[in-house]
């Protein structure tokens, strides 16, 4: 199965900075299949990204995904209050679908 | 707007079976995989599987050997059953609408339901 490893585990930063989030697969990952999801606390998961670039419905652009292969990325560009949460990459390329381990976006 | 529910019972006893149902409002169940998925501390986040409008299932190889995905679009609900379950299955367990990439296979869950805790306890 393929392996997506987050990093930072966790990430400290004030409103208005600059987030940028990393998700590596253990193989590459055709780019139409890899997703971005943000959970906050007590919340299940929300479709942020999908198709590594598109936003979902009502994501505001301050959310961009990038990559290609087996490197992607998740930039918020000006953090917002409810945007501190866990955000997770997920790949529905290969069969098991899986998830990273998440990369925790706390206020400092 | 579509939404997901879970319902089912909240404590299950080692060996036993799971059973869950998710119900579906605001939209039609025709075109989309239903997903079960379940978060755990020990685990993180893990795809069970899905079933589409027509019966066609996908499992986990980790749980196919113990897991069936049912669907009944005439209540709009599909259902998952876990059997034999431990300890390591309890969780946060989740249903979820697989949509179609441009290729034809799932590209993304969306949305979520609220999500169920169970746990696995005598």
């Known amino acids: 199965e393929i392996i997506l490893t987050q990093s930072p585990g966790s990430l400290a930063l004030s409103p208005g900075e600059r987030a940028t989030l990393s998700c590596r697969a253990s193989?590459?990952?055709?780019?139409?299949?890899l997703a971005w999801y943000q959970q906050r606390p007590g919340q299940a998961p929300r479709l942020l990204i999908y198709?590594?670039?598109s936003r979902a419905t009502g994501i505001p652009d301050r959310f961009r995904g990038s990559g290609s292969g087996t490197d992607f990325t998740l930039t918020i560009s000006r953090l917002e209050p409810e945007d501190f949460a866990v955000y997770y990459c997920?790949?529905?390329?290969?069969?098991?679908?899986?998830f990273g381990g998440g990369t925790r976006v706390e206020s400092k | 707007q579509v939404q997901l529910k879970e319902s089912g019972p909240g404590l299950v006893k080692p060996s036993e079976t799971l059973p869950l149902i998710c119900s579906v409002s605001?939209?039609?169940?025709?075109?989309?995989?239903w997903s079960w998925l379940r978060q755990s501390p020990g685990k993180g986040l893990e795809w069970i599987g899905y079933?589409?409008?027509?019966?066609?299932?996908n499992y986990n190889p980790s749980l196919k050997s113990r897991v069936t995905i049912e669907v009944d679009t005439s209540k709009g609900q599909f259902s998952l059953r876990l059997t034999s379950v431990t300890a390591v299955d309890t969780a946060v367990y989740y249903c979820?609408?697989?949509?179609?990439?441009?290729?034809?296979?799932?590209?993304?869950?969306?949305?979520w339901g609220q999500g169920t805790l169970v746990i696995v306890s005598s």
């Open positions: 979820a609408r697989g949509i179609f990439y441009a290729g034809g296979r799932v590209g993304r869950f969306d949305p």
């Open positions: 605001g939209d039609s169940m025709t075109d989309y995989y």
């Open positions: 079933i589409s409008h027509r019966g066609d299932t």
């Open positions: 193989q590459s990952v055709t780019s139409g299949y």
């Open positions: 198709g590594t670039s």
């Open positions: 997920q790949q529905l390329d290969k069969s098991p679908y899986t």
